[in-house]
């Protein structure tokens, strides 16, 4: 399905415009009338993301079976992204999960995704998380931006602080660097051209 927020292409196709114009700011438009601001610092694209709020839900057993999480810290839902947020009490664990997909996808509709959370073990990272979408996509996603939206928010509240160092433990694994202000959240991303090619009629 069409993905309206997405950190990945955002961070691509500013990339591309960055290098093929003198542009310092580009202002996207999404398919739900969002406003995406990006700017460069240095080496780095920044991602203007808006800030969506969580709300309580009861996670059914037969969802936490299905991703095999024997118990959870806590349990959210974020409304504008349709998206269930289920905190546990250890990354390692986190790391280790192997869900089964088809289960999951049978144990509950009307989402886009479950994404799992965790506080890090590690001095490096504050949080690590990971995104399982078989309803909208692939069964897992390697790196998720739009995530963030929430997911900043809901860190920051617990920890007390506004700038973070995140890894998500998928495969194959990625880090990103966000920050909360008070009406957004900034995603820092690098992104590599890796190939180019050319139209011909």
Not at 76 to 92: A, G, H, Q, V
Not at 104 to 123: D, E, R
Request: aromatic letters at 10%; one cysteine or more.
């Amino acid at each position: 399905m069409e993905i309206s927020l997405c950190g990945h292409a955002t961070l691509a196709a500013s990339k591309i415009i960055f290098e093929a114009t003198t542009l310092q700011n580009i202002i996207f438009i999404n398919s739900d009338n969002v406003e995406l601001k990006i700017g460069k610092t240095n080496d780095k694209i920044v991602m203007q993301f808006p800030v969506y709020e969580t709300t309580e839900i009861d996670v059914p057993q037969s969802v936490l079976d299905a991703i095999g999480i024997d118990k959870t810290v806590n349990t959210r839902f974020s409304p504008d992204r349709k998206i269930i947020l289920i905190e546990i009490d250890n990354s390692d664990t986190l790391a280790n999960l192997k869900p089964d997909f088809l289960a999951l996808v049978n144990s509950y509709s009307g989402i886009h995704g479950i994404l799992v959370t965790a506080k890090s073990n590690s001095l490096n990272f504050d949080f690590h998380y990971r995104y399982f979408w078989p309803w909208a996509g692939t069964n897992e996603d390697p790196v998720t931006g739009g995530v963030q939206t929430f997911l900043t928010k809901y860190w920051a509240t617990k920890l007390h602080k506004n700038k973070f160092n995140a890894f998500q433990s998928s495969l194959r694994t990625g880090t990103m660097t966000t920050e909360l202000l008070e009406n957004e959240v900034l995603i820092y991303g690098e992104a590599v051209t890796v190939f180019e090619g050319e139209l011909k009629n």
